[in-house]
């Protein structure tokens, strides 16, 4: 995946850049065997940096790598399955409307039935998906420049009907005696 990157000066004057590289998500089949689980493994670096001569001095600055998952359908409710069967066996006795005279002798329509019926239903509650933001690593900025690298992280999405998408992002927080800033830089959005 094409490496990111974002380099902004602060309205302070604070030089902030954030850089994501090497990030591969890694789709696998899941554990579970369910349609709606999704699992994934990803890699991915980040390194941010804080350079400059602002105009007021940095309180702290630290920086972030983090992992967005999106779900098209929320099932996460669960599906319930319900239903049952019946059976009526005895004698049922049915009279015909129409009557014969045959040979002298008068017949009316009778008999024994049975009956079996059976009825089942599935009932889930759907939602619209939603987007999820979770933090992999944080780090501090000391001497203006830190890093985060990660391999092998595991995602995994559980009750997720449709489509699922991760996307990772680094950022940058810093905080100065006149202004907060943030700075983020995203990969691309990829399925899972």
Not at 45 to 53: F, H, I, L, N
Request: overall charge positive; glycine content about 16%.
């Amino acid at each position: 995946m094409k490496d990111t990157q974002i380099s902004r000066t602060t309205k302070d004057g604070w030089k902030v850049r954030i850089q994501l590289q090497g990030v591969e998500v890694n789709p696998v089949s899941n554990l579970a065997g369910t349609p709606t689980s999704r699992e994934a493994f990803f890699k991915a670096t980040a390194v941010g940096s804080v350079d400059g001569a602002g105009s007021s001095p940095i309180e702290g600055a630290s920086m972030a790598l983090i992992v967005q998952i999106g779900c098209a359908v929320d099932v996460a409710s669960g599906v319930a399955v319900g239903g049952g069967v019946s059976a009526t066996v005895g004698p049922s006795v049915s009279v015909s409307p129409a009557l014969s005279i045959a040979g002298g002798s008068l017949n009316v329509g009778a008999g024994v039935g049975a009956g079996v019926g059976a009825a089942a239903n599935v009932a889930t509650v759907i939602k619209p998906g939603g987007i999820a933001t979770s933090v992999v690593r944080k780090k501090t900025i000391a001497k203006n420049r830190a890093g985060v690298s990660v391999e092998g992280v595991h995602v995994k999405v559980d009750g997720c009907a449709g489509n699922v998408g991760v996307r990772i992002g680094a950022g940058i927080t810093m905080s100065s005696s006149e202004f907060d800033n943030e700075v983020f830089t995203y990969s691309a959005s990829l399925p899972i």
